[in-house]
């Protein structure tokens, strides 16, 4: 009868190991000076941080959208957006349109004495005295494309600095799609720690009992301390890394600092569908790297392609278009206009201006300028090269450690059922007294271990595949999307 009732007694035990939240204070009780000695201390101190904690639901498009809104950089990406559309207007009109301009300037009008001095023959006039013109300037017809070739590498820089902005907001996206499933993988990893103090807070309770009544050896006792202890240290660290994700998920969508967020979508795991090939194939049309690279090669071609017209005797041909000025003063007030020194005339005009060094800066005949834009342009093809090895070199790491992180995730998922059921199995024993203790903890703490790479393994391989992404120069992979990695959360979120 005594035997029944130990075996009952046993197997109660082993479900409330299951339903028990454990008692994290406990250990503060055991191994803190006595003013942690108490429930309610630890009680008032959780109340008293969670008072100053905003809490606050979110889901992965809700950190997308208040990112794209609300972050500080993006702010600032606004800003050198509207700056460089105004720097291109002023390109685009330089070369386009004739100079045309007002101006306004006079002499010095006396408006009153201070100090009377010893000389006086020339005083300043206290009527105004100036000039207000409208000048149209010369407009260039035909200079042999050099200013179009400048153009031409302004309007690439433009145009590739728009691409940079919208490449920096993609990357703000990824990042943010990151830090939401970080956050997701370090609540994963709490709860598994919480899981491990649990049991092993259970066990440790259990034998400080048995000791007092001299059921079990001081070694198990102690072991269970130990083990109680080494749980405690990793599930602080736990909640602890947690906090530290909330502020840096708070900081990119520009949130209340200090805020506590609820996670209502967890982590899809989904294997990457495009191939190896096709990932370095679209790559060569939209790394950031290969398009700036690309970028450069024109522009230096361009560059050079100047540097030599610039060194012969070419004419430009250009159009005077002249100025209107009035000009006013105490005796005169008349509008003239001029294109030239004595000249009102409308004239088609060619002119030569060109200089060649013999000696000092440039060398003989500008031969040093000209052998290095030369050499500018063999650079830019070099670095052009040298960028393409590296992406393809990165891409390649990448997509292989994809399908490592795969492979794992995948060993993993079959591990896990044949621990926990090893598990199961050795708690039961040992409450039976046919295990011993070391045999419960490794194994818990190979669950837990097991459990917590899966969950990282996952994040790892969803961060991997997003720098894969951004490698290749893609906000998804053909035919994906990585807001859709999703599975909304029922019931209790975490």
């Known amino acids: ?52 904690t905003n809490t606050k639901a979110l889901y992965l498009n809700d950190v997308i959208e208040q990112g794209l809104r609300k972050n500080y950089d993006q702010e600032v990406r606004k800003y050198d957006k509207e700056i460089l559309e105004l720097s291109w207007k002023d390109s685009w009109e330089d070369f386009w349109l004739p100079k045309v301009s007002l101006s306004l300037m006079t002499s010095d009008q006396k408006l009153g004495t201070l100090i009377k001095g010893s000389n006086n023959t020339n005083p300043r006039s206290k009527r105004p005295d100036g000039t207000l013109s409208l ?41 943010l799609i990151i830090s939401y499933f970080k956050l997701y993988y370090l609540k994963e990893a709490e709860r598994i720690k919480r899981d491990q103090l649990r049991h092993a807070s259970f066990i440790y309770r259990l034998n400080r009992e048995k000791i007092s009544l001299k059921k079990i050896t001081k070694q198990d006792y102690y072991l269970a301390r130990a083990e109680y202890l080494r749980a405690q240290n990793e599930y602080h660290e736990a909640k602890n890394n947690v906090q530290i994700q909330n502020e840096s998920v708070a900081l990119l969508i520009n949130d209340e600092v200090g805020t506590k967020y609820i ?13 190896l090939e096709e990932a370095i194939r679209l790559s060569r049309k939209n790394n950031p790297d290969a ?34 000025d009035y000009r006013f003063n105490s005796s005169t007030n008349r ?24 000696t000092g800066s440039g060398g003989l005949f500008n031969d040093r300028k000209t052998r290095t834009s030369f050499l500018s342009k063999h650079i830019a093809f070099t670095k052009k090269a040298q960028i393409h090895r590296s992406v393809d070199a990165l891409i390649k790491t990448t997509y292989f450690t994809v399908n490592h992180l795969q492979n794992q995730i995948n060993i993993l998922d079959a591990r896990i059922p044949t621990l926990q059921k090893t598990f199961d199995t ?5 409450m039976n007294k046919k295990a011993r203790y070391i045999d419960f903890k490794n194994t818990l703490i190979e669950l837990t271990e097991t459990e917590t790479l899966l969950e990282s393994n996952r994040f790892l391989h969803l961060l991997n595949k997003v720098e894969l992404a951004r490698l290749i120069g893609l906000e998804d992979f053909p035919g994906e999307n990585f807001e859709n990695l999703i599975i909304k959360v029922k019931g209790k979120a975490k």
């Open 1 to 52: 009868m005594n035997g029944f009732m130990n075996k009952t007694a046993n197997k109660v035990a082993v479900a409330l190991i299951v339903f028990s939240t454990g008692s994290i204070s406990s250990i503060w009780a055991q191994t803190t000076p006595r003013q942690l000695n108490s429930d309610s201390y630890i009680q008032s101190l959780d109340q008293r941080v969670q008072s100053r």
């Open 135 to 175: 000048d149209f300037g010369d407009y260039t017809v035909f200079n042999w494309g050099k200013d179009y070739l400048q153009y031409l590498n302004t309007k690439a820089d433009y145009k590739r600095g728009k691409e940079s902005l919208r490449e920096e907001s993609r990357d703000l996206k990824h990042n």
């Open 263 to 275: 996670l209502r979508d967890r982590l899809k795991y989904e294997v990457l569908n495009t191939s």
């Open 291 to 324: 398009l700036d690279a690309q970028k450069n090669v024109q522009n230096a071609k361009r560059s050079y392609e100047l540097a030599l017209k610039e060194n012969l005797p070419l004419p430009k041909i250009s159009v005077k278009l002249g100025a209107y």
């Open 335 to 358: 509008t003239n206009y001029s294109t030239g020194t004595g000249n009102s005339n409308v004239d088609l005009v060619a002119s030569i201006n060109a200089t060649w060094s013999l």
């Open 426 to 430: 050795i708690l039961e024993n040992y």
